[in-house]
């Protein structure tokens, strides 16, 4: 890499890093304040929903934003923004003024910044670096953003312990503008020439030449429709129906809960790494179905030491069982890695920069799609019936798609060609 190409990489992670750690501080934290307020895993389950589904509605349209304007730009914006509600959320805490309402309302916004930012800097990533360091660079960032997660949790549930979740905001708050100011400074050259016209029509039209980008690829949708369905049986057993049973059926307190969720990111660093030196050259297809096949395991694992005499016998929320999920956590997300990684690399080599923001953002909104859909499914749910239950079932099912895939998807959902 250039030096400018190294100085430009570093900012955008270091920018990263720091609007992380905040975002972790306060994701952890806020499930805690509403289940500590409520005590309902319907409500939980509806922030996750707010925190997800507006942004992924919005979505088509940032991808077409991300295409026609300054990617630096709508970048260091929304942190601006996002810090700027926050901080907003924080003065209101302090006030007495906060309640749900408030917050999932606040929480609608920043969900869709969130989906305009994600647009933006996702699709501009592949072109601050070159074509032949991207798999590097991809484990690098991912393991960056892993120290951020490993440290968000652990000092939310401290900070929410201690603080409240007033002071939680304001950390945040402060990061996304901290990490606004480190962006400003990267150099950073538009993929296009000349003033862009938005429009409703071209809106419509550039969403559509995302889609049939997609469609034109049998591997990405085969890749696609997995993806939608393993998101809507996992992602919630590991946002909705674990801190539930670690909380409310287990009785873990908020700093033991802060630990266990840094597991999983944790994982995701080791994983990072490994594919970043040792890995780096491995073939996809291998780390693809390595990382599903432990992945699956785990989950077995983690579902059966949900049920109630499994708990009896390691004391209740002791320790013990919090260092063995923390091992099983942990390992689910190395095998995160091995997935993630080479898939998320492959996108970027197949994607032309143009349509990149397009092409993102709706393979985002099918493969997230069903993630709050799950959540709001799975918090209902747990109100009816225990943890254990919802977990077991949703691993049973997971296996049966993942052989399926491996089974069925061809070659080009691993090695896709490259396109120009």
Same mark, same amino acid.
């Given at each position: 890499?250039?030096?400018?190409?190294?100085?430009?990489?570093?900012?955008?992670? !270091?920018?990263?890093?720091?609007?992380?750690?905040?975002?972790?501080?306060?994701?952890?934290?806020?499930?805690?304040?509403?289940?500590?307020?409520?005590?309902?895993?319907?409500?939980?389950? !509806?922030?996750?929903?707010?925190?997800?589904?507006?942004?992924?509605?919005?979505?088509?349209?940032?991808?077409?934003?991300?295409?026609?304007?300054?990617?630096?730009?709508?970048?260091?914006?929304?942190?601006?923004?996002?810090?700027?509600?926050?901080?907003?959320?924080?003065?209101?805490?302090?006030?007495?003024?906060?309640?749900?309402?408030?917050?999932?309302?606040?929480?609608?916004?920043?969900?869709?910044?969130?989906?305009?930012?994600?647009?933006? !800097?996702?699709?501009?990533?592949?072109?601050?670096?070159?074509?032949?360091?991207?798999?590097?660079?991809?484990?690098?960032?991912?393991?960056?953003?892993?120290?951020?997660?490993?440290?968000?949790?652990?000092?939310? @549930?401290?900070?929410?312990?201690?603080?409240?979740?007033?002071?939680?905001?304001?950390?945040?708050?402060?990061?996304?503008?901290?990490?606004?100011?480190?962006?400003?400074?990267?150099? %950073?050259?538009?993929?296009?020439?000349?003033?862009?016209?938005?429009?409703?029509?071209?809106?419509?039209?550039?969403?559509?030449? @995302?889609?049939?980008?997609?469609?034109?690829?049998?591997?990405?949708?085969?890749?696609?429709?997995?993806?939608?369905?393993?998101?809507?049986?996992?992602?919630?057993?590991?946002?909705?129906?674990?801190? %539930?049973?670690?909380?409310?059926?287990?009785?873990?307190?908020?700093?033991? %809960? *802060?630990?266990?969720?840094?597991?999983?990111?944790?994982?995701?660093?080791? *994983?990072?790494?490994?594919?970043?030196?040792?890995?780096?050259?491995?073939? =996809?297809?291998?780390?693809?179905?390595? *990382?599903?096949?432990?992945?699956?395991?785990?989950?077995?694992?983690?579902? *059966?030491?949900?049920?109630?005499?499994?708990?009896?016998?390691?004391?209740?929320?002791?320790?013990?069982?919090?260092?063995?999920?923390?091992?099983?956590?942990?390992?689910?997300?190395?095998?995160?890695?091995?997935?993630?990684?080479?898939?998320?690399?492959?996108?970027?080599?197949?994607?032309?920069?143009?349509?990149?923001?397009?092409?993102?953002?709706?393979?985002?909104?099918?493969?997230? @799609?069903?993630? =709050?859909?799950?959540?709001?499914?799975?918090?209902?749910?747990?109100?009816?019936?225990?943890? %254990?239950?919802?977990?077991?079932?949703?691993?049973?099912?997971?296996?049966?798609?993942?052989?399926?895939?491996?089974?069925?998807? =061809?070659?080009?959902?691993?090695?896709?060609? =490259?396109?120009?």
């Amino acid at each position: 890499m250039t030096k400018e190409q190294k100085r430009n990489f570093w900012l955008y992670s !270091t920018g990263r890093l720091v609007s992380l750690i905040g975002t972790g501080v306060q994701m952890i934290a806020l499930p805690l304040y509403i289940l500590d307020l409520t005590g309902s895993g319907t409500l939980m389950g !509806t922030f996750s929903l707010l925190s997800m589904l507006p942004g992924l509605i919005f979505s088509p349209i940032a991808g077409v934003l991300g295409d026609r304007m300054n990617r630096k730009k709508i970048m260091v914006n929304m942190d601006y923004l996002r810090g700027i509600i926050i901080l907003f959320m924080a003065y209101s805490a302090y006030q007495g003024w906060m309640n749900i309402a408030f917050i999932f309302t606040a929480q609608v916004f920043i969900s869709i910044l969130d989906s305009i930012f994600g647009g933006s !800097t996702e699709a501009m990533f592949p072109d601050l670096v070159p074509i032949d360091f991207l798999t590097k660079a991809n484990s690098v960032n991912s393991s960056i953003n892993s120290v951020s997660r490993i440290i968000g949790p652990i000092l939310g @549930g401290i900070i929410y312990g201690f603080g409240g979740i007033k002071v939680v905001f304001l950390i945040n708050g402060i990061s996304f503008v901290i990490s606004a100011i480190s962006e400003m400074f990267i150099t %950073y050259v538009p993929h296009f020439e000349g003033k862009q016209k938005i429009s409703f029509k071209s809106m419509f039209s550039d969403i559509k030449e @995302g889609v049939i980008f997609i469609k034109g690829r049998k591997g990405l949708k085969e890749l696609l429709l997995f993806v939608m369905i393993v998101n809507f049986l996992l992602a919630p057993i590991l946002t909705i129906v674990l801190p %539930y049973v670690l909380r409310q059926e287990i009785g873990f307190t908020s700093e033991q %809960y *802060g630990i266990t969720q840094s597991s999983f990111t944790v994982g995701i660093l080791i *994983g990072s790494i490994l594919i970043g030196t040792i890995f780096s050259k491995n073939n =996809p297809k291998k780390s693809v179905t390595l *990382g599903l096949t432990v992945e699956a395991i785990m989950l077995f694992i983690i579902s *059966g030491l949900f049920f109630p005499n499994i708990v009896t016998k390691f004391g209740g929320a002791s320790w013990t069982l919090l260092i063995i999920l923390y091992i099983n956590l942990m390992v689910i997300g190395v095998s995160n890695a091995f997935i993630n990684i080479p898939i998320d690399t492959n996108m970027q080599k197949m994607t032309p920069t143009k349509v990149r923001s397009r092409v993102f953002t709706v393979v985002g909104l099918i493969a997230q @799609g069903a993630v =709050p859909v799950g959540a709001q499914i799975y918090g209902i749910l747990l109100d009816l019936m225990r943890g %254990y239950q919802i977990a077991l079932f949703a691993s049973i099912v997971s296996v049966i798609v993942i052989i399926l895939f491996l089974k069925i998807a =061809p070659e080009e959902t691993f090695n896709p060609k =490259p396109v120009n």
